[in-house]
């Protein structure tokens, strides 16, 4: 059997026919940059999101670079995140010209919150947790915080559409939340797409400048912005499996509990810790074994990822304490990630946790 890491094919087949109709309408128009597609996108999500305003742009690394240069981060500020992500997280925050400080995970893989506040400086200006695997961060904790310190949030919740923290969705509570579309994501599309949700009107005002040469109509440039829009074929793709989120959500926490269920019981690997509101975007397994049962599971035809084989302070040369950031470096390396994707079929988690089982049975 086999059982590729991601089927995009499959998923997408189930939008193409409304697509094409849509094209066609689009060579129709032929209004391929910020178009009416881009702005009906923009509102279906704030709408699915519960926030005021939606900014589209080309991607999740853009989305979290332009929220900083939105709230005036620097050269000389200071950037509180996770130790513990894809290197997107941190990358904005350099280019930006800032500092970032690093604190470690909690359990959920998200950055603790019990350890942001003593990382707060008089050069600190933004948090920026990341709702990593579909987990969202401890947001009202952060918010407390953020709001006794006057600092602002860009949350990075490019793996984190639809999770929700109690009855509100990830993208509502921090003053910026920023998403990607990469096209493997749960909301995926078909290239780079992302965008910047938020509740406040003036910033979101000067997102869409900051994405368009700063400004809004041709020819006005109110100060130095960027070419970095979300494009309407993208977004007339989006619209589309927007509708459909909220299925691929529950097909994935139906196929996370034939995981549990099924590699409860081998006791060394340690399966994920859910939250309740999480999108149940990856199910990534823990294990010393990590490279070794990836290669057995190639062999069988199954893929796999490694999400991610580094800790963000040690990316782009940086020295570190390593004391500072046990929990991260404890998982660096060991996480596996097992296909999960709608459409997935129970027969195949069941041959992926069969054909590990029988790995580890072999090598006791
Ligand atoms: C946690 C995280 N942050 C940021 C990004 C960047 O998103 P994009 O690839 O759309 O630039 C990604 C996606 O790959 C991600 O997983």
Redesign the pocket.
């Known amino acids: 059997m086999q059982v590729p890491f991601i089927d995009l094919n499959r998923i997408n087949s189930f939008v193409v026919a409304r697509f094409k109709t849509e094209l066609d309408r689009l060579f129709d128009r032929s209004d391929y940059i910020l178009s009416e597609a881009v702005s009906r996108f923009e509102s279906s999500y704030c709408k699915y999101i519960g926030c005021k305003y939606s900014v589209g742009v ?7 670079f332009l929220s900083l240069k939105a709230l005036g981060v620097c050269e000389g500020d200071e950037v509180i995140t996770t130790a513990f ?5 941190l990358e904005p925050i350099l280019q930006a010209g800032a500092v970032a400080r690093f604190v470690d995970i909690d359990q959920y893989l998200s950055i603790d919150a019990s350890l942001v506040e003593k990382e707060i400086t008089k050069k600190t200006k933004v948090i920026l947790p ?3 695997f579909g987990n969202p961060a401890d947001l009202p904790r952060l918010r407390k915080i953020a709001d006794q310190h006057h600092l602002k949030i860009v949350e ?1 919740a ?2 984190a559409h639809g999770a929700r923290i109690g009855n509100k969705k990830t993208g509502t509570i921090s003053d910026l939340a ?1 998403f ?3 096209p ?2 749960i909301l995926g599309t078909i290239g ?3 965008i910047i949700t938020t509740n406040n009107e003036e910033l979101a005002l000067k997102l869409r400048k900051l994405r368009n040469h700063g400004g809004i109509s041709k020819n006005q440039h109110e100060f130095i912005g960027y070419c970095s829009r979300l494009d309407s074929l993208q977004a007339i793709f989006l619209d589309i499996k927007l509708g459909l989120l909220e299925e691929y959500i529950e097909r994935n926490k139906g196929l996370v509990k034939i995981y549990d269920e099924n590699l409860r019981a081998v006791t060394q690997v340690t399966t994920p810790v859910f939250k309740e509101g999480s999108n149940y975007f990856l199910y990534s397994i823990k294990t010393d074994r990590a490279p070794d049962l990836a290669e057995l599971l190639k062999k069988n035809g199954i893929g796999t990822f490694s ?1 991610y084989p580094y800790i963000l302070p040690e990316l782009f040369g940086n020295s570190f304490e390593k004391s500072r950031f046990r929990n991260a470096l404890d998982v660096k390396g060991k996480l596996l990630s097992l296909p999960l994707y709608p459409y997935l079929t129970s027969e195949q988690v069941k041959y992926v946790c069969d054909t590990i089982k029988t790995f580890f049975t072999r090598h006791i």
């Open positions: 080309n991607s999740g690394t853009d989305a979290i992500s894809f290197a997107a997280t990341v709702d990593l990075d490019a793996q920023c990607s579309f990469y493997t994501k780079d797409g992302g999400y």
